[in-house]
């Protein structure tokens, strides 16, 4: 499914206009990267959790060489589905 997907399903189910559906998707999208920028958690009620995590630095091996090289720190973005997702996947 893609952003062009979401619009238009917002679009045939709640009767907004296409310009609308694509502004309460984009609304939607940018608050969630803010949020996620400023390093606060999302929850979402039957649908899961998305947190950004803080790697440290780490030395890892270049497969190529086999030389030793240093991995910098980074945040990266986890997603934890909730027990309805999982159990909406799987019983589907």
Request: hydrophobic share 35%; glycine share 8%; no cysteine.
């Amino acid at each position: 499914m893609t952003k062009a997907d979401l619009v238009e399903n917002i679009y045939q189910k709640t009767g907004f206009s296409k310009k609308d559906s694509a502004d309460i998707v984009e609304t939607v999208f940018d608050l969630i990267k803010t949020t996620l920028e400023e390093g606060e958690k999302i929850k979402i009620a039957g649908f899961g959790n998305f947190v950004v995590k803080e790697k440290a630095t780490r030395r890892g091996r270049n497969p190529q060489t086999g030389d030793e090289i240093k991995i910098s720190s980074r945040r990266i973005l986890t997603f934890k589905p909730s027990q309805v997702l999982k159990n909406s996947i799987n019983d589907g």
